[in-house]
């Protein structure tokens, strides 16, 4: 989805959100939206860290030289990481 819709902020923040909303609903966890929460956070501050010494850009950048959908993203990327480690475990 990110790389065909990553000009459309809007579009591509709720469809990644539609996503992780209807995976969520499918394999409820509570500690998920932690999970989600803190990664969109710690994620997107990376990135804005990053940015701003210069290490890279963003094509569209909506807020504080991040894409609106990115919080998102990092989210989905941490719970999609850990439910995989926690996966692999078993």
Request: charged share 10%; with cysteine.
């Amino acid at each position: 989805m990110i790389s065909l819709f990553y000009m459309n902020d809007i579009l591509l923040t709720v469809l990644l959100s539609l996503l992780f909303i209807g995976v969520f609903r499918l394999l409820y966890v509570k500690k998920n939206l932690y999970q989600f929460a803190l990664g969109a956070f710690f994620g997107s501050l990376a990135e804005v860290i990053c940015i701003h010494f210069g290490a890279w850009t963003y094509t569209n950048p909506t807020l504080f030289g991040i894409p609106l959908w990115l919080p998102v993203g990092w989210g989905i990327a941490v719970v999609t990481i850990i439910r995989m480690s926690e996966h692999t475990r078993k």
